[in-house]
């Protein structure tokens, strides 16, 4: 059997957002969320998904679980096209994967003790009383929480509790997929790091698949198997984590990871700083996205043509012409403590 979980094709997610003030009617302006993504996942692989806020990492995840629908591409998941999967077999899918989200107090309904909601959950899973008893039972002793808790309403609980609870009621029905969209960007950073062992623990014990999104590189660092960068829309680097951190290579990944201050002790910060901001994907793409604020961009070719995404070692992949071999343009460049830098030019010029 095949150890794809998901294959995903060439997916995009475009957004109409209307024709601006003032602009003539047929002006409709188009935001690609999400576009021409690539990549697979692995059964049992916890793969993160890391970039700016904006940059399509909730959209391309939401896409996958089926809450929103690709206008283009293909979601291939356990060898099944989504698209079209017979409706008889909906519910089963929603059983696989289920989704923990970045606010927990919004998943739990303040006017039901935690025990009801979980409970309700159960219910719909088709769990008779007792299993589903069993079940939030065990449940509570993975996530380390007493079952006095069930008693309790969401607006007594803390965050790190009602995250621990959001946990519980996603493995209710035994997922084999689950997506996390920024699951602790909301907790204080004491109870982050609880958070996070707790889902090492979901794939060590339990096996469960997890597309671990977070714009925070560090916290996907120790967890995850396997990131993918995003830059508007689009992946611009993709690797196995040890590689994306000791080697990164696109400018865009050098620069978030430059960006923490312990990556690169002793190194000139300054001289990566992105220029302005991240922009909107309005249109599509001709270009680099990412040429406009990349330190290194190459006027004619990055602000011209849109990179490929290119395996460049075994599992390493790169959308920069600066680390496309078949072209000379990465000559004129070095790497110098796994930064990009002219040749010939000054440090801090
Ligand atoms: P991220 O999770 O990386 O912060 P999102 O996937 O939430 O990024 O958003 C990507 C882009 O798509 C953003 O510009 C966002 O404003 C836009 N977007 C997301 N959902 C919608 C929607 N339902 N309608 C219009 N634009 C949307
Ligand atoms: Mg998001």
């Known amino acids: 059997m095949s150890d794809i979980l998901f294959d995903v094709r060439h997916l995009s997610k475009v957004f109409d957002l209307g024709r601006g003030v003032g602009a003539p009617r047929d002006q409709k302006r188009l935001l690609y969320a999400v576009e021409d993504m690539n990549f697979t996942m692995k059964k049992g692989e916890t793969l993160g998904v890391v970039g700016e806020s904006g940059s399509g990492k909730s959209t391309m995840g939401r896409c996958l679980v089926g809450l929103e629908k690709p206008t283009q591409g293909s979601i291939t998941y356990?060898?099944?096209?989504?698209?079209k999967i017979p409706k008889q077999q909906q519910q089963k899918l929603r059983k696989d994967m289920q989704i923990v989200f970045q606010n927990p107090i919004s998943s739990f309904n303040p006017s039901k003790t935690v025990g009801e909601s979980l409970r309700e959950v159960a219910a719909f899973h088709g769990l008779s009383k007792t299993q589903s008893n069993d079940?939030?039972?065990?449940?509570?002793g993975f996530v380390h929480l007493d079952s006095e808790v069930l008693q309790a309403r969401s607006n007594v609980l803390s965050g790190g509790q009602l995250q621990r609870l959001a946990i519980v009621r996603a493995l209710i029905p035994n997922p084999s997929f689950i997506l996390a969209d920024e699951p602790v960007s909301a907790?204080?950073?004491?109870?982050?790091?609880?958070?996070?062992r707790l889902f090492d623990n979901l794939k060590r014990e339990l096996g469960v698949s997890t597309l671990f999104v977070s714009h925070d590189l560090t916290v996907v660092e120790h967890l995850c198997d396997r990131v993918i960068v995003m830059y508007l829309g689009s992946i611009v680097e993709m690797a196995p984590v040890r590689k994306l951190f000791d080697h990164p290579l696109h400018p865009y990944t050098q620069l978030l990871l430059a960006s923490r201050p312990r990556e690169f002790p002793g190194?000139?910060?300054q001289r990566?700083?992105?220029?302005?901001?991240?922009?909107?994907?309005i249109g599509r793409a001709h270009d680099c996205r990412f040429h406009s604020r990349c330190p290194?961009?190459?006027?004619?070719?990055?602000?011209?043509?849109i990179p490929s995404l290119l395996e460049v070692?075994?599992?390493?992949?790169?959308?920069?012409?600066?680390?496309d071999k078949r072209r000379d343009i990465g000559k004129s460049f070095r790497l110098t403590h796994g930064?990009?830098?002219r040749k010939g030019m000054q440090v801090g010029a």
């Not at 356990?78 to 698209?83: F, N, S, T, V, Y």
């Not at 070692?313 to 680390?323: E, F, I, Y």
């Open 296 to 305: 290194v961009s190459v006027n004619g070719v990055c602000d011209q043509e």
């Open 339 to 341: 930064i990009w830098e």
């Open 135 to 140: 079940r939030i039972g065990n449940l509570l």
């Open 187 to 196: 907790l204080d950073v004491s109870v982050q790091a609880q958070i996070l």
């Open 78 to 83: 356990r060898g099944q096209d989504l698209a």
């Open 272 to 281: 990566f700083e992105p220029k302005g901001e991240i922009t909107s994907a």
């Open 267 to 269: 190194q000139v910060v």
């Open 313 to 323: 070692s075994p599992g390493h992949w790169v959308a920069c012409v600066l680390s």
